[in-house]
C-alpha cells in the first residue's frame, strides 16, 4: 500500500508540472484549445491529491465499525474524479462560447505548441507507469488515474493538430471548436469514470474470465466434498471476496471437513491475489441440481 501511496503522490507532482506546462503553453498564445487543456490538468492535480487520501484510508485495518475493511475508499476517488471532469467540461464549454464571439489571432503559436508536446510526453510515460501499477495491484484509484491521463494525452493531441490547424489556414474558428471537441472527449471519460465507479461500490461481481478461474480452483482442490452451489463473488477495490456453499457427507468430522475447506481457502487465495474466501458447509440433503461444481474423486 505504501508503494501505491508513493504512485499517487507522485501522480501529484507529475500532474503540477504538467498543469505549469500547458498553462504557460496558453499564456503565449491565448488559445482556447491550449486553455481546455490546461484546464483539465487541474483536474488530475486535484483527483490525484484524492487519490492519495483514498488509499491511505483503504489502507487501514478493519475495525468494529468496518469489520470487512476500508477498501471501497478508493472507489470515492475514482467517483470523485469522475465528477471534477464534467465539471472542467462545462468550464471549457463556457469558455470556448465566448470564445466564438470573440475570435483573435494566436500569439507565437509555435513557442505554445513546444510547450504543449512536452507536457504531452510526461502524461504519456507517466499515464503508462499509472495503469500497469494499478492493474498489477489491483488499484481503482491509481487505474482510474491512469486511464484519466490516457484520456488527457488524447485531448493535447487532438489540441496540437488543431492548433497546428489554425496557423496554416488561418481559421480563428477552430480554435473554440477544438475547446468544444476536447469538452466532449473530456465528458464521455468522466462517464465511463463514473459508471465503472459506482458498480464497484454496488459490489460488481468479478468478470466472467475470474469467475472460471474460481470455479476450476473449486473443481480441482474439492475431493471428498459431494459438491459446491451458490457461488458468489464480489469486489472491493483490491479486494475480492468470493463465498460458496460446500456439500459434504453428514457423517464427515468437523476435522474432516475443516481441512476441505482450508485446501480451497488457501487454493483459491493463490489463483485469485487478495481474495476473502467464505465457506458455508452443508450436509448432502442440502445438495442442489444447478449452480452445481462437481469435485474431482
Known sequence: ????????????????????????????????????????????????????????????????????????AEYFSAVLEGVLIVIAALAIFRDAWQTFFDLHALNAPMRGLLL???ATVLNTLWAIVLVRTGRRVKSPALTADGRHLFADVVTSVGVFVGVVLVGLTGWLWLDPAIAIVVAINILWSGWQLVRESVGGLMDEAVSEDELDRIRTVIFHHSKGAYQAHDLRTRHAGRRTFVDFHLVVAGEMSVDGAHAICDRLEDAIENEIADSTVTIHVEPEAKAKVSDVYLPKK
Not at 56 to 71: C, E, K, T, V, W
Request: glycine content about 6%; overall charge neutral; aromatic content about 8%.
Open 1 to 72: 500500500m505504501i508503494t501505491t501511496v508513493r504512485y499517487a503522490v507522485g501522480s501529484v507532482l507529475i500532474g503540477i508540472a504538467v498543469f505549469a506546462l500547458k498553462y504557460l503553453a496558453f499564456a503565449v498564445t491565448g488559445s482556447a484549445a491550449l486553455y481546455s487543456d490546461a484546464l483539465e490538468s487541474i483536474i488530475n492535480i486535484v483527483a490525484a491529491g484524492a487519490a492519495v487520501v483514498a488509499l491511505r484510508i483503504s489502507a487501514m485495518p478493519a475495525d468494529d465499525n468496518h469489520p470487512y475493511g476500508h477498501h471501497k
Open 116 to 118: 504543449n508536446a512536452a
